[in-house]
């Protein structure tokens, strides 16, 4: 179903920039519209529609992150409102974490740990990197947003995990 390419270690970095996939760009006027007009039903169904054909790098990379900036954007310049942010990072949460227990792998040996730190509510970007990770085999735990350095160093061993990523 999902084609599972994960970009090489060298161009890990890289393969996160907000660039078009080979091809025709995507066409997002769907969610866009859904989205200005505050319809989460519709939202889900054209995500879910785009996670259907394209791979867990290319629908976050070329499609939700765009968006999430388009809207962020528009919100500083005035057409778009905080609610609509909220709106979109609330359905990016919901898709990437059930990719996340999709892709949940228990057995594997790589384990990796995500958490953003005390003050950072703001996951997606975390969110998004637990999930490519874990399509592409490696062991996760994700944390989630906003927790005390305490608890996420002490969480470490726990969850089995060889590297700790922070948000």
Partial sequence: RHRRRCPPPARANAA???VPTQGAPLDTAALTAALE???ATAMDQ???RLAAVLPPLELLRDVLMPVLAQV???WHRGPARIAHEHLMSSTMRNILGSFLR???RPDVSTRLLFATPAGERHEVGTLGAAML???CGLGVA???PDLPAREIV???RPAGAQVMVLG
């Fill in 142 to 144: 994700y944390l989630g």
């Fill in 37 to 39: 007009n505050f319809d």
């Fill in 16 to 18: 996160l920039a907000v």
């Fill in 102 to 104: 999709l892709y949940a």
């Fill in 46 to 48: 054209e995500v879910s």
């Fill in 154 to 156: 002490e969480s470490v």
């Fill in 133 to 135: 990770a874990a399509s």
């Fill in 72 to 74: 962020g954007d528009e």
